[in-house]
């Protein structure tokens, strides 16, 4: 599905040169809020093209949103979300449908582009992301390496690669504690083939697959900066750009940094693969990126909003930023750089299981996962503290009975 998703979106027809400012001068005042990485950076420009446009880019915006779309009025009036953040959003009914703004001014949208909700479209998707293994092609060439498939062939090859002492650390990781470590988690444990709930929405975690995902991050965390619990995407992205690092699972969102000229010194050297496989399927997730528009802001906000938003997603856009991200915008020409997302879909990876339930066993994870890999606990204990957490989370909300 993927696949043909993103041929369909080769074959749609050539940019005009018609949205390269803006169709409308907007005189309202728009602010948006999301994540900070380079497609967002992309998009926002092509907003600001309208006027009277000020985007907030910033890492932490997933904690900063429910609070702020909560306020009456609200205190942005766009908001970049993804599968998972999505879910908050919803749940205290701070982002408005979008089917009418969009029969008058999302002609340009495809089908794979609106996000339904009980019918109602509630986001607009503009790219596809997930975590898959980014290599250093000239240290693997090197040492006579392939390019490893499952996460066993990982380790050997961190071995390898440590033995050689070609770099500071084999492997880079995004562990820092919280969601980045819950995320982990959750990629290793599907990749298992774990289910997080039963029938009744109880924590289903405390079983071998558990076990098996901790005892791999372990192993994982022997082969990476020490610091790992405060590394990000930025923080690996920056390992990779500085040559400290040889591989990680990192999103394919930050593919494009890797051959920044102004900031890198791997340029052309850093490639991109699918997510290595665990036990059942390749150990990631696959999610969407998008926009939501504030339900606590006046309809003419709304509307100048929504408007600023779809400026941001053109084709003039993609032509001019089409390798940052894997488009779902008319004009994307899949490149090299969108190999590693078709190839992690086509080994099975599953989309982000977001729900209300999802969101607090993903904190309880963040929370709990580091006591395993400090030694705090052992991974029985640790995966039970974590499923009692969430139990008590789950309860609070009345998710559990």
């Known amino acids: 599905m993927l696949k043909k998703l993103l ?76 599968n998972g953040t999505l879910v908050p959003l919803m749940n205290e009914g701070t982002v408005r449908p979008l089917d009418s703004l969009i029969e008058k001014y999302g002609q340009n949208l495809t089908a794979n582009q609106l996000i339904k909700i009980n019918g109602e479209t509630m986001a607009v998707a503009m790219m596809v992301n997930a975590q898959h293994l980014m290599y250093r092609e000239d240290i693997l060439t090197e040492l006579g390496l392939p390019v490893p498939k499952t996460y066993d062939e990982v380790l050997a090859a961190a071995a390898k690669i440590k033995d050689a002492g070609v770099v500071e650390y084999p492997i880079g990781a995004t562990m820092k504690t919280g969601w980045n470590l819950g995320q982990e988690f959750v990629n290793m444990y599907l990749g298992m083939g774990g289910e ?103 309809d003419e906000e709304a509307e100048a909003a929504f408007r600023v938003a779809m400026n941001g997603m053109t084709p003039e856009m993609v032509k001019e930023n089409n390798d940052v ?51 705090a606990k052992d991974a029985q204990t640790t995966l039970k503290d974590i499923a009692g957490a969430y139990t008590t989370s789950a309860k609070e909300a009345g998710l559990i009975k």
């Not at 728009?30 to 998009?43: H, N, T």
């Not at 090299?336 to 599953?350: H, K, R, S, Y």
Request: net charge negative; charged share 15%.
């Open 196 to 298: 997080f709930f039963g029938p009744d929405n109880e924590a289903t975690i405390e079983n071998e697959q558990g076990v098996a995902s901790l005892e791999m991050l372990k192993k994982l965390t022997e082969y990476m900066d020490p610091e790992y619990l405060v590394s990000d995407s930025t923080y690996v992205q920056q390992q990779f750009q500085q040559g400290k690092i040889a591989m990680a699972n990192l999103w394919a969102s930050r593919a494009g940094a890797m051959d920044d000229a102004n900031e890198s010194q791997v340029v052309g050297k850093v490639k991109m693969a699918g997510a290595p496989t665990a036990d059942a399927r390749a150990a990631s997730t696959i999610w969407w990126d998008g926009i939501v528009i504030a339900n606590n802001t006046s």
């Open 7 to 82: 041929l369909a979106s080769a074959m749609t027809l050539a940019v005009t040169g018609a949205a390269s400012a803006c169709d409308f001068e907007n005189t309202t005042p728009v602010k948006s809020l999301s994540a900070g990485f380079e497609a967002w950076k992309a998009v926002t420009s092509f907003m600001a093209k309208c006027g009277d446009f000020e985007a907030e880019l910033d890492q932490e915006f997933r904690t900063k949103q429910p609070a702020a779309f909560a306020a009456d009025p609200s205190l942005y009036q766009i908001g970049g979300v993804a």
């Open 325 to 375: 991200a894997v488009w779902l915008i008319e004009g994307y020409v899949p490149g090299p750089l969108a190999l590693g997302v078709v190839q992690t879909a086509e080994a099975g990876a599953l989309p982000y299981p977001a729900s209300s339930q999802m969101g607090l066993m993903h904190t309880a994870l963040g929370n709990g996962v580091a006591d395993f890999l400090t030694g």
